[in-house]
């Protein structure tokens, strides 16, 4: 018996099922901006591939740089292991104190020394012996340092005075709560068998001596502190 089947196939087929509207390129763009599009796509994933030892870079030196920042000596240390060095060259050091660019060195000898360091090239050397530097700088001064002594003298006596024999010095440099001191005591006679000692207190402060002002007449050695 027939049906009637009008325009449509009597019997499904691939073609009926299967075939689908044809996907085509927007009016307009060729198969050349196709291709294009699809290597918009791909080329990031290319370019990692391509860079990847650019991004392993990118992350490997500042781990290297925060490690080495993290395992170099701070400047302090290198600073104290620069006046050990120091030390082992004056006969070794018993104990170690910085302040700053300036180490206390007492040695084993039993002295105490005073170093001033600065950086140099990347390294901490030892400028100066500050002991001696105090030393160089009071003999520098000796005209004045006697002028304010003489100046003492007149004013206790109300009179001038004429040192019967020659002067004698000694230094002294020493560690206070009020930082890195050098005192000069000048021994003198202003009339026969009447000695008497003259102090004057002076400070290290950015490497260089300054006078504290004033100045101390004794007929007799001050006791000892």
Same mark, same amino acid.
């Given at each position: 018996?027939?049906?009637?089947?009008?325009?449509?196939?009597?019997?499904?087929?691939? !073609?009926?099922?299967?075939?689908?509207?044809?996907?085509?390129?927007? #009016?307009?763009?060729?198969?050349? !901006?196709?291709? =294009?599009?699809?290597?918009?796509?791909?080329? $990031?994933?290319?370019?990692?591939?391509?860079?990847?030892?650019?991004?392993?870079?990118?992350?490997?030196?500042?781990?290297?740089?925060?490690?080495?920042?993290?395992? =170099?000596?701070?400047?302090?240390?290198?600073?104290?292991?620069? #006046?050990?060095?120091?030390?082992?060259?004056?006969?070794?050091?018993?104990?170690?104190?910085?302040?700053?660019?300036?180490?206390?060195?007492?040695?084993?000898?039993?002295?105490?020394?005073?170093?001033?360091?600065?950086?140099?090239?990347?390294?901490?050397?030892?400028?100066? %012996?500050?002991? =001696?530097?105090?030393?160089?700088?009071?003999?520098?001064?000796?005209?004045?340092?006697?002028?304010?002594?003489?100046? =003492?003298?007149? %004013?206790?006596?109300?009179?001038?005075?004429?040192?019967?024999?020659?002067?004698?010095?000694?230094? /002294?440099?020493?560690?206070?709560? %009020?930082?890195?001191?050098?005192?000069?005591?000048?021994?003198?006679?202003?009339?026969?068998?009447? $000695?008497?000692?003259?102090?004057?207190?002076?400070?290290?402060?950015?490497?260089?001596?300054?006078?504290?002002?004033?100045? /101390?007449?004794? %007929?007799?050695?001050?006791? $000892?502190?």
């Amino acid at each position: 018996m027939e049906r009637a089947t009008g325009f449509e196939p009597a019997t499904s087929t691939l !073609g009926r099922w299967h075939s689908a509207t044809e996907l085509r390129p927007r #009016a307009g763009a060729g198969g050349a !901006g196709w291709r =294009r599009g699809l290597l918009i796509n791909i080329i $990031p994933c290319v370019a990692i591939k391509q860079n990847l030892w650019l991004v392993a870079l990118a992350v490997m030196i500042p781990a290297a740089v925060g490690a080495f920042l993290l395992l =170099r000596p701070s400047a302090e240390d290198r600073l104290r292991a620069a #006046a050990i060095e120091h030390a082992g060259t004056l006969g070794g050091v018993r104990e170690l104190a910085l302040h700053g660019t300036v180490a206390d060195l007492l040695l084993k000898n039993g002295f105490v020394a005073h170093v001033q360091f600065e950086l140099r090239d990347g390294a901490w050397r030892a400028a100066k %012996d500050v002991g =001696r530097s105090f030393e160089e700088t009071m003999r520098h001064a000796e005209t004045e340092i006697v002028g304010r002594m003489g100046q =003492r003298l007149a %004013d206790r006596f109300r009179k001038e005075i004429t040192l019967k024999e020659g002067l004698r010095y000694e230094f /002294q440099v020493r560690r206070t709560d %009020d930082g890195l001191l050098g005192q000069v005591m000048i021994f003198f006679q202003y009339a026969p068998g009447k $000695p008497g000692r003259y102090l004057e207190t002076w400070k290290y402060d950015e490497g260089r001596w300054t006078h504290t002002g004033g100045g /101390q007449l004794f %007929d007799v050695l001050p006791p $000892p502190k």
